[in-house]
């Protein structure tokens, strides 16, 4: 995992606009995608918790010089029962704010889990690029997250997809008690 590097305000309200200005770059060229072919998988953590994906979204870009996942997680403080099913279609609003950002290249959108706990399982061209929209983020779930609920953590070196395969081999099919199990996939 990457250092933290908390990142002001202000330079996270610029990353995001700067983002949005991105996003409608890439909208405007057809380089933003959300393909189905995840949709409706089941991915289990090692913390015994589980999600299904509802949504993937995907840059077109060369590929990557140096991937690396990123999964993030928080949990809504006034989203409960059937306001998930609205905050999932509502949440669509939200690619501006990430798909704009430099070094991004896919997204998986993840179902509350059992503990009504979001995550989204992110590949990114750099860590550290993916670190700085991590911190960014923050900010932005500050505003509708449970205070302490955010937490992120960053892959160095694997693809999404190298992340999920390698997860299975690194992670014992029983539950972690380790604080860190949230992110591990099993």
Same mark, same amino acid.
């Given at each position: ?11 996270? !309200? %610029?990353? *995001? ?9 890439? !909208?405007?060229? &057809?380089?933003?995608? @959300? ?5 409706? #998988? ?14 993937e979204t995907v840059a077109d870009q060369p590929r990557s010089i140096a991937p690396a996942s990123l999964v993030v997680?928080?949990?809504? +403080? ?9 905050? @999932? ?19 998986? +959108?993840?179902?509350q889990d059992e503990n009504e706990v979001y995550r989204g399982i992110y590949e990114w061209d750099g860590a550290a &690029? ?9 900010? *932005? %779930?500050? %505003?509708?997250?449970?205070? #302490?609920? *955010? ?12 992340? %999920?395969?390698?997860?299975?081999g690194l992670v014992s099919a029983e539950v972690s008690t380790h604080s860190d199990a949230w992110w591990r996939v099993?």
């Amino acid at each position: 995992m990457v250092a933290s590097r908390r990142v002001s305000f202000t330079r996270a !309200l %610029l990353a *995001i606009g700067g983002s949005v200005l991105r996003f409608w770059m890439l !909208l405007v060229t &057809r380089r933003l995608h @959300q393909p189905r072919r995840h949709v409706g #998988g089941r991915i289990r953590f090692a913390n015994g918790s589980s999600a299904v994906v509802f949504r993937e979204t995907v840059a077109d870009q060369p590929r990557s010089i140096a991937p690396a996942s990123l999964v993030v997680e928080f949990r809504l +403080w006034a989203v409960h029962g059937w306001a998930h099913r609205l905050f @999932q279609r509502e949440s669509a609003l939200n690619t501006p704010l990430f798909a704009g950002f430099p070094g991004f290249v896919s997204k998986l +959108w993840l179902t509350q889990d059992e503990n009504e706990v979001y995550r989204g399982i992110y590949e990114w061209d750099g860590a550290a &690029r993916a670190e700085s929209y991590a911190e960014a983020l923050r900010w *932005i %779930l500050a %505003l509708v997250a449970v205070p #302490g609920s *955010i937490a992120y953590h960053v892959v160095p070196g694997e693809t999404r997809s190298e992340f %999920l395969a390698e997860s299975e081999g690194l992670v014992s099919a029983e539950v972690s008690t380790h604080s860190d199990a949230w992110w591990r996939v099993s």
